[in-house]
């Protein structure tokens, strides 16, 4: 299983970006996604995650900007990030368990910058 992310780029605070991710194949059942981000110099951290049923959890810092949105029959995870932050800087993870694996795509630069 491999997972592809895709979006991201650069923007001037207050600017909105939209990040994708989507697994290689349909034929296997993903429960939880999430999407992670590694600020510069820092550790990565939990952005948004989103169960099979739905449930979502967002860290606080992005509550109210952020939506995070999967299509169960494509395996595809999105992230819509509206009034983007300087600190929301960094690169993009997303991430996927399936049958007690986890997979992560390989990460997409967001650069929130005046």
């Known amino acids: 299983v491999q997972l592809q992310a895709s979006g991201g780029g650069s923007v001037q605070p207050g600017g909105s970006l939209r990040v994708s991710c989507a697994a290689s194949?349909?034929?296997?059942?993903?429960?939880?996604m999430g999407w992670y981000r590694r600020p510069p110099g820092k550790q990565r951290e939990l952005v948004a995650s989103i169960s099979i049923n739905g449930k979502t959890n967002y860290r606080d810092s992005v509550k109210g900007r952020f939506t995070v949105s999967r299509d169960n029959d494509k395996n595809t995870l999105d992230l819509q990030m509206n009034n983007l932050k300087p600190e929301d800087t960094g690169v993009y993870f997303c991430n996927a368990l399936s049958n007690g694996a986890s997979y992560w795509g390989q990460g997409t630069q967001v650069t929130v910058s005046s």
């Open positions: 194949s349909t034929n296997f059942r993903v429960g939880y």
